[in-house]
């Protein structure tokens, strides 16, 4: 099947991301089976032979899903904007998508936010650890500032490790390798150094020093919170949690979190994490206010 999808890929002009993946290999066969299966007049062969193409391509010509990144998210199938012009979603030339490792679904409750870091070396990087461990986040904020989307944001991916935080929010994932010995490696491939961060206390404990973000995802992640709270009419830009102090990070009982939603640290929800220290959410939402959504659309 492999060597025929490339074969297709070549003659008719399709690339594995219009079906969600980066890559000929199982995955692209799966994923072009789920697609298969939603049209009753197409064979479920994993192939994308002539038939499979056309309806695949009139479903991209009908959601202006084009092949550059541009200013707009998933959700629910449909693209809506968000105030930064470097995204990238699924099925798009160039992006980074996931298959497997998630629930699919129409329409579900979104409250809160729960903002991780990859603990690798590019968003690439984070999307086959992902795939690896069949699990999933929505967004991850590349060093660069670009912001690829793996899944619809409608879907409930599985980020937290618990299943009713799953079910109401939003993963975010900013790319950052965590460990100072890192910042060698990303100047040798281009990245600029990381500031190195330190101070921190995670329910008690206080890491040593550890690689930070820049500026330009910070930026990202804010324009990310306003578009998500433009469109999700359950989501409240609060730092649910926040103590005052944004070197000091608490875990919060798992009640109050799903019941009054906001925008969190993983830590927040997990006792044993600790990401995304280095990020002020409470700055962060802040900031997310006072973006107009809408402005350029």
Same mark, same amino acid.
């Given at each position: 099947?492999?060597?025929?999808?490339?074969?297709?890929?070549?003659?008719?002009?399709?690339?594995?991301?219009?079906?969600?993946?980066?890559?000929?290999?199982?995955? /692209?066969?799966?994923?072009?089976?789920?697609?298969?299966?939603?049209?009753?007049?197409?064979?479920?062969?994993?192939?994308?032979?002539?038939?499979?193409?056309?309806?695949?391509?009139?479903?991209?010509?009908?959601?202006?899903?084009?092949?550059?990144?541009?200013?707009?998210?998933?959700?629910?199938?449909? /693209?809506?904007?968000?105030?930064?012009?470097?995204?990238?979603?699924?099925?798009?030339?160039?992006?980074?998508? /996931?298959?497997?490792?998630?629930?699919?679904?129409?329409?579900?409750?979104?409250?809160?936010?729960?903002?991780?870091?990859?603990?690798?070396?590019?968003?690439?990087?984070?999307?086959?650890?992902?795939?690896?461990?069949?699990?999933?986040?929505?967004?991850?904020?590349?060093?660069?500032?670009?912001?690829?989307?793996?899944?619809?944001?409608?879907?409930?991916?599985?980020?937290?490790?618990?299943?009713?935080?799953?079910?109401?929010?939003?993963?975010?994932?900013?790319?950052?390798?965590?460990?100072?010995?890192?910042?060698?490696?990303?100047?040798?491939?281009?990245?600029?150094?990381?500031?190195?961060?330190?101070?921190?206390?995670?329910?008690?404990?206080?890491?040593?020093?550890?690689?930070?973000?820049?500026?330009?995802?910070?930026?990202?992640?804010?324009?990310?919170?306003?578009?998500?709270?433009?469109?999700?009419?359950?989501?409240?830009?609060?730092?649910?949690?926040?103590?005052?102090?944004?070197?000091?990070?608490?875990?919060?009982?798992?009640?109050?979190?799903?019941?009054?939603?906001?925008?969190?640290?993983?830590?927040?929800?997990?006792?044993?994490?600790?990401?995304?220290?280095?990020?002020?959410?409470?700055?962060?939402?802040?900031?997310?206010?006072?973006?107009?959504?809408?402005?350029?659309?």
């Amino acid at each position: 099947m492999s060597s025929y999808n490339r074969r297709s890929s070549s003659k008719l002009g399709w690339t594995p991301q219009w079906f969600g993946v980066p890559e000929f290999g199982e995955d /692209l066969q799966d994923s072009i089976k789920d697609f298969q299966g939603k049209y009753p007049d197409l064979k479920i062969d994993g192939m994308c032979g002539p038939v499979t193409f056309r309806r695949v391509k009139l479903e991209r010509d009908s959601e202006d899903i084009g092949p550059a990144s541009g200013d707009k998210i998933l959700l629910g199938g449909k /693209l809506l904007p968000i105030p930064w012009d470097n995204v990238v979603v699924p099925r798009e030339d160039g992006a980074l998508t /996931l298959s497997k490792g998630f629930r699919k679904r129409k329409d579900r409750y979104i409250n809160m936010v729960i903002t991780h870091w990859d603990v690798c070396t590019s968003a690439k990087k984070c999307r086959n650890v992902l795939a690896a461990k069949g699990i999933s986040t929505h967004f991850c904020i590349d060093w660069d500032g670009t912001i690829y989307q793996f899944i619809d944001a409608m879907h409930e991916g599985w980020h937290s490790g618990v299943g009713k935080i799953n079910r109401q929010s939003i993963g975010i994932d900013l790319n950052n390798p965590v460990y100072t010995k890192y910042n060698k490696v990303l100047v040798k491939r281009g990245q600029p150094e990381r500031p190195v961060i330190s101070g921190y206390s995670i329910n008690g404990w206080k890491p040593k020093e550890f690689l930070g973000f820049h500026q330009v995802q910070i930026d990202a992640y804010i324009a990310l919170l306003a578009g998500l709270n433009e469109h999700l009419p359950d989501l409240n830009l609060v730092p649910t949690g926040d103590l005052g102090n944004p070197k000091v990070i608490k875990t919060i009982p798992l009640v109050k979190a799903a019941s009054e939603g906001g925008v969190m640290h993983h830590a927040h929800v997990k006792k044993r994490k600790w990401d995304t220290a280095g990020v002020d959410i409470a700055a962060c939402c802040e900031a997310a206010k006072g973006l107009d959504v809408l402005c350029c659309t």
